[in-house]
């Protein structure tokens, strides 16, 4: 990860759908947190935030975003905003709206803020990726990752937008394929309805399928997502236990023998 370090300011990376976070110290009890998604959604507004610890002065805080041409390496000015930190405020909330610049060459960019806080200069830098907005998540989940032929499979899909929110559309819908380890298409679901939370469906196994990994293949509009599970002969685990008792016990005897045999057995 590459850094700039002015004025003891400094950045550092911390998890949350992967954010990226940087910190300075000015004083003794002053220290900012500054937080920005890892990856930045095109053509729609992305949430960065600023905390601030000690010192809570009106303040003016730049933030600037590069794009980078893989063929030379070249960044370029993509845009740039500012913001007012309320006095008094700890947490800062930026709507920072990232525009379509239209180069399918910018795979990638840097975000770097400039500012003065509590009269003191800060600026930083890390770099960020970019995805285009209008792509969704696909969850597909079975009831179990194994299945023995003759069994029934139980699956689930849901489908989210960038929020993280279920897709509320009445009209999104989607169609669900079902493939052997052959890549032979053996079920099918058209116009499954996506828009209404989370949508379950059942399709049962032959008593003598294709063994190996199955999959199931969701595609909605432009979005797609695949999961697998495996299909094959095996039985469950077996946990025994006995215990062997003498066959008589004398009354005066202080101790009784007992034996204690413990068997466990797994077929794959």
Known sequence: MKMELKNTFKLIIISHIIFWASAIQQEKDNHYIFMSPRTLRIGATNELQIRRFGCLEDSVLKVKLFHTENYNGNETLL??????????????FLAFYVNSFGD???????LQINGTICGKPISGSDRVLFSNSNGNIILIQTDKPLYKPGQDVN??????DQNLKPSSRANDTADVYVNDPQ?????QFK?????????QRQFPLADE?????????VDSGKDSQSTSFQV????????????????YVLINAK????????KYDFYI
């Open 104 to 110: 399918d060459n910018a795979y990638d960019g840097m």
């Open 155 to 160: 699956f689930r899909v849901l489908k989210l």
């Open 191 to 199: 116009g499954v309805h996506l828009g209404r939370g989370i949508q």
């Open 209 to 217: 399928p294709t063994l190996g990994s199955w999959t199931i293949t």
């Open 183 to 187: 890549g032979t298409r053996l079920f």
């Open 79 to 92: 845009q740039e905003a500012d913001y007012q930190l309320e006095e008094g405020k700890k947490d800062s």
């Open 255 to 262: 101790t009784i023998p007992v034996q204690v045999c413990a």
């Open 232 to 247: 094959k002969e095996y039985k469950l685990p077996k946990f025994d236990v006995s215990i062997t008792f003498p066959p």
